[in-house]
């Protein structure tokens, strides 16, 4: 069905603007093309705010009052009347805010939340935005809501030089499923997945109706499936959706599954399954028995091969727009549309798409304004994107369609495409699986996988039952240690030993998850039940980057070992030496030092510069310490401290290693550690520690034998960090 114009009130008619009278001129493209240019200015909202340049349509001739209008949240009357009257502006403006509003399914970390309790007058003002391209940064002048223009007519698109959209009202269309499954035909025929003869312990017969559960070593042959990802949700969503939770259901299933009990998301993956010609799904809640998670059963047995059960499925269908099972993922997010004709050329007529874009404050200009950063963009703030299970079966995965509330994209090892767009040779969501004997790649899938984890105000972040992180994990990890010849033994809380000392120095770099604001309130998130792991592995961090000894040009420097002995112990809570632990210990022989110099350090915070490039960050909080004619220093701290001054009595460092400083000169690195006890008093043989940071040598120029008088200064004691 072909998109028709919006019923307008007045007020929004405000929105259909005349290209002329706004200062528009004809530019000319290289080749010779044809586009429109708007004049800027210095825009800003008051006093405090640095501004941008911009042009803002309506006109400064026009009223303020024509273009803003106030209102009351949360039930927006003033928008509600005027929806009920046939604008449909207004009755989108309204839905999608009182969505972003009151969804408790979001996270407050994630996208646009806002907690209302009581009646609260708002203000709206409305008008179009030009950002001029050479802006370096800008502050978005929104409060819950920004809309993104995408012309729906071709011609449009590129007279006003925007995103080309789509005009689909349903994923499961024909059109999306002919696009859909020529690019999984094109990706099978170029890349030929299922390298193994591996299959599932159990797939859903999608030929049948209703659908059925089957045991794959029933079948002749390796078949062709696809895997489900998707969020299950709150509490009460996951446990009200049908799963197999016994020895009866699977008999049950294995007969047909009564699919108007499934859950939204189930449905629409079944029925995107057929549409797509796939015989057979897998789906997590009825392929594995909920009902047997003791060591050594189901779960545990389908958790180590999960890598293997998404890496050899035909195509993963990522629910991304599905905060929980209990949401479609085939309907896109609502839309209006709005008539443009260029006065400047007539023949430049069509319709503008208007919809909603989660908006964050303070990014930067230009990071978004291309196809392939706004596809990125708008699926990063997906929740789906924001779950540890989710970012395993992303890494995992050969090809990936994916279902977004405003994009349907298809992205494998070649590139991305979405459904309505130009064709984008960027690689924004595949695993690493195709070289995954890469020196650097565990660091690569930590950065990636530790970004969806983690606790937020002690509150897990990333999983519904946060000791899932290591199971969730481990099939990565024992994919890994296969192709890069390293023993399971090896493995130890989210580390290898044969990359320690080195992987034992990553920073904290997540610019979003909310960390402890004093030494004793970070112990005591350390302390937190239930146990997840010890002080010194990244996990249960959130955010997390190896790059701590990384030169200028991004490369990781070599560390040589400087301590007599490393020794790890680890006490598994199951029968996965790969999965779940109850305790961890670091066992070092070296030196140990107090701080020098001084018993308090001065904090500074450095801005987190994050990119496409999901470990290109710098660590949070840096401490710069410089002790008059002695060794200079930078700690990053596992906390974000409140105030300019820490002291440092209570802290000490242990040295691991020396590495090569710009200039030639070695520099030392190791764990900043705390006594378990937390008592103000010297070093002690036996102490225990905590991690609760990282130091290294400033790159600056040292005085000369500062490193050895450091040395000389230090113990040379046993002490064991837990």
Same mark, same amino acid.
Request: some cysteine; proline content about 6%.
């Given at each position: 069905?072909?998109?028709?114009?919006?019923?307008?009130?007045?007020?929004?008619?405000?929105?259909?603007?005349?290209?002329?009278?706004?200062?528009?001129?004809?530019?000319?493209?290289?080749?010779?093309?044809?586009?429109?240019?708007?004049?800027?200015?210095?825009?800003?909202?008051?006093?405090?705010?640095?501004?941008?340049?911009?042009?803002?349509?309506?006109?400064?001739?026009?009223?303020?009052?024509?273009?803003?209008?106030?209102?009351?949240?949360?039930?927006?009357?003033?928008?509600?009347?005027?929806?009920?009257?046939?604008?449909?502006?207004?009755?989108?403006?309204?839905?999608?805010?009182?969505?972003?509003?009151?969804?408790?399914?979001?996270?407050?970390?994630?996208?646009?939340?806002?907690?209302?309790?009581?009646?609260?007058?708002?203000?709206?003002?409305?008008?179009?935005?030009?950002?001029?391209?050479?802006?370096?940064?800008?502050?978005?002048?929104?409060?819950?809501?920004?809309?993104?223009?995408?012309?729906?007519?071709?011609?449009?698109?590129?007279?006003?030089?925007?995103?080309?959209?789509?005009?689909?009202?349903?994923?499961?269309?024909?059109?999306?499923?002919?696009?859909?499954?020529?690019?999984?035909?094109?990706?099978?025929?170029?890349?030929?997945?299922?390298?193994?003869?591996?299959?599932?312990?159990?797939?859903?017969?999608?030929?049948?109706?209703?659908?059925?559960?089957?045991?794959?070593?029933?079948?002749?042959?390796?078949?062709?499936?696809?895997?489900?990802?998707?969020?299950?949700?709150?509490?009460?969503?996951?446990?009200?959706?049908?799963?197999?939770?016994?020895?009866?259901?699977?008999?049950?299933?294995?007969?047909?599954?009564?699919?108007?009990?499934?859950?939204?998301?189930?449905?629409?993956?079944?029925?995107t399954t057929r549409s797509l010609s796939i015989p057979y799904l897998w789906v997590d809640a009825l392929c594995i028995r909920q009902d047997q998670r003791s060591p050594g059963e189901d779960w545990e047995e389908h958790t180590g091969v999960m890598d293997r059960i998404y890496g050899n499925a035909l195509?993963?269908?990522?629910?991304?727009?599905?905060?929980?099972?209990?949401?479609?993922?085939?309907?896109?997010?609502?839309?209006?549309?709005?008539?443009?004709?260029?006065?400047l050329r007539p023949q430049v007529a069509g319709l503008l798409k208007l919809e909603f874009v989660d908006a964050l404050m303070n990014n930067r200009a230009g990071d978004h304004n291309t196809p392939q950063k706004q596809v990125l963009w708008t699926n990063t703030l997906e929740k789906w994107n924001m779950?540890?299970?989710?970012?395993?079966?992303?890494?995992?995965?050969?090809?990936?369609?994916?279902?977004?509330?405003?994009?349907?994209?298809?992205?494998?090892?070649?590139?991305?495409?979405?459904?309505?767009?130009?064709?984008?040779?960027?690689?924004?969501?595949?695993?690493?699986?195709?070289?995954?004997?890469?020196?650097?790649?565990?660091?690569?899938?930590?950065?990636?996988?530790?970004?969806?984890?983690?606790?937020?105000?002690?509150?897990?972040?990333?999983?519904?039952?946060?000791?899932?992180?290591?199971?969730?994990?481990?099939?990565?990890?024992?994919?890994?240690?296969?192709?890069?010849?390293?023993?399971?033994?090896?493995?130890?809380?989210?580390?290898?030993?044969?990359?320690?000392?080195?992987?034992?120095?990553?920073?904290?770099?997540?610019?979003?998850?909310?960390?402890?604001?004093?030494?004793?309130?970070?112990?005591?998130?350390?302390?937190?039940?239930?146990?997840?792991?010890?002080?010194?592995?990244?996990?249960?961090?959130?955010?997390?980057?190896?790059?701590?000894?990384?030169?200028?040009?991004?490369?990781?420097?070599?560390?040589?070992?400087?301590?007599?002995?490393v020794d790890t112990h680890v006490v598994l809570r199951g029968e996965d030496p790969l999965g779940a632990i109850s305790y961890a210990e670091l066992r070092v022989t070296g030196t140990v030092a107090p701080i020098p110099g001084r018993q308090m350090i001065t904090v500074e915070k450095e801005e987190v510069?994050?990119?496409?490039?999901?470990?290109?960050?710098?660590?949070?909080?840096?401490?710069?310490?410089?002790?008059?004619?002695?060794?200079?220093?930078?700690?990053?701290? *596992?906390? %974000?401290?409140? /105030?300019?001054? @820490?002291?440092? +009595?209570?802290? #000490?460092?242990?040295?691991?290693? &020396?590495?090569?400083?710009?200039?030639?000169?070695?520099?030392?690195?190791?764990?900043?550690?705390?006594?378990? *006890?937390? %008592?103000?008093? /010297?070093?002690? @043989?036996?102490? +225990?520690?905590? #991690?609760?940071?990282?130091?290294? &040598?400033?790159?600056?120029?040292?005085?000369?034998?500062?490193?050895?008088?450091?040395?000389?200064?230090?113990?040379?004691?046993?002490?064991?960090?837990?």
């Open positions: 069905m072909e998109p028709q114009p919006a019923k307008l009130c007045a007020r929004c008619q405000l929105l259909e603007f005349d290209d002329e009278k706004e200062g528009g001129e004809v530019a000319l493209t290289p080749n010779g093309g044809e586009y429109l240019t708007l004049p800027t200015r210095w825009y800003t909202r008051d006093d405090d705010d640095p501004g941008f340049w911009v042009l803002k349509v309506p006109r400064d001739d026009i009223e303020a009052d024509e273009s803003m209008f106030t209102d009351t949240l949360p039930l927006l009357p003033g928008l509600e009347s005027s929806a009920r009257e046939g604008c449909e502006f207004c009755a989108l403006l309204r839905n999608t805010i009182l969505a972003q509003a009151n969804d408790e399914k979001v996270d407050p970390a994630e996208g646009i939340r806002t907690y209302l309790s009581q009646e609260t007058p708002c203000k709206f003002s409305m008008y179009w935005m030009w950002f001029n391209e050479s802006v370096e940064k800008y502050g978005l002048p929104l409060g819950l809501l920004c809309l993104k223009n995408g012309p729906a007519d071709s011609n449009v698109c590129i007279w006003l030089r925007t995103t080309p959209g789509h005009t689909t009202t349903n994923w499961a269309d024909k059109d999306s499923i002919t696009w859909s499954r020529r690019l999984i035909d094109w990706c099978s025929s170029a890349h030929g997945h299922a390298t193994d003869s591996f299959r599932p312990k159990r797939l859903i017969d999608v030929q049948t109706s209703p659908a059925r559960l089957v045991r794959s070593q029933t079948l002749d042959s390796p078949p062709d499936y696809a895997a489900l990802s998707y969020c299950w949700g709150s509490e009460t969503d996951a446990q009200s959706q049908l799963t197999l939770d016994s020895g009866e259901a699977e008999s049950q299933f294995s007969q047909q599954i009564d699919e108007k009990r499934l859950p939204a998301v189930a449905r629409d993956a079944i029925a195509v993963t269908i990522g629910a991304l727009s599905s905060p929980s099972c209990q949401d479609t993922f085939l309907l896109p997010q609502s839309a209006v549309y709005i008539n443009f004709r260029s006065t779950r540890g299970w989710s970012a395993m079966e992303q890494l995992s995965s050969t090809s990936l369609l994916a279902f977004g509330r405003r994009n349907l994209f298809f992205s494998c090892p070649s590139g991305s495409w979405y459904f309505g767009g130009p064709d984008m040779s960027f690689n924004s969501l595949m695993q690493y699986g195709l070289d995954r004997t890469r020196p650097a790649l565990w660091r690569e899938i930590v950065g990636w996988y530790s970004a969806r984890t983690g606790r937020f105000h002690n509150r897990p972040l990333g999983f519904a039952d946060i000791t899932d992180t290591f199971p969730t994990i481990s099939s990565l990890a024992r994919s890994y240690a296969a192709e890069a010849k390293l023993s399971e033994s090896d493995y130890v809380a989210g580390l290898w030993k044969s990359a320690l000392p080195g992987d034992l120095l990553w920073t904290m770099n997540d610019p979003h998850t909310v960390t402890a604001s004093t030494l004793a309130s970070h112990l005591d998130l350390l302390d937190a039940k239930p146990y997840i792991s010890p002080s010194w592995s990244w996990a249960n961090r959130g955010k997390v980057s190896q790059a701590l000894l990384d030169d200028e040009d991004g490369r990781p420097c070599s560390l040589k070992p400087e301590y007599d002995s510069t994050v990119t496409t490039n999901m470990n290109d960050y710098q660590p949070r909080i840096w401490v710069s310490v410089t002790p008059p004619g002695g060794h200079q220093w930078q700690f990053s701290l *596992d906390w %974000e401290p409140e /105030g300019k001054s @820490q002291d440092t +009595r209570e802290l #000490r460092m242990l040295v691991l290693g &020396s590495f090569e400083m710009s200039g030639g000169e070695r520099g030392l690195a190791g764990l900043l550690i705390r006594a378990v *006890d937390g %008592e103000v008093r /010297g070093h002690q @043989q036996g102490d +225990r520690y905590k #991690r609760v940071g990282a130091f290294r &040598s400033d790159d600056g120029e040292q005085p000369p034998g500062s490193m050895q008088r450091f040395l000389l200064g230090g113990t040379q004691d046993t002490v064991v960090v837990v």
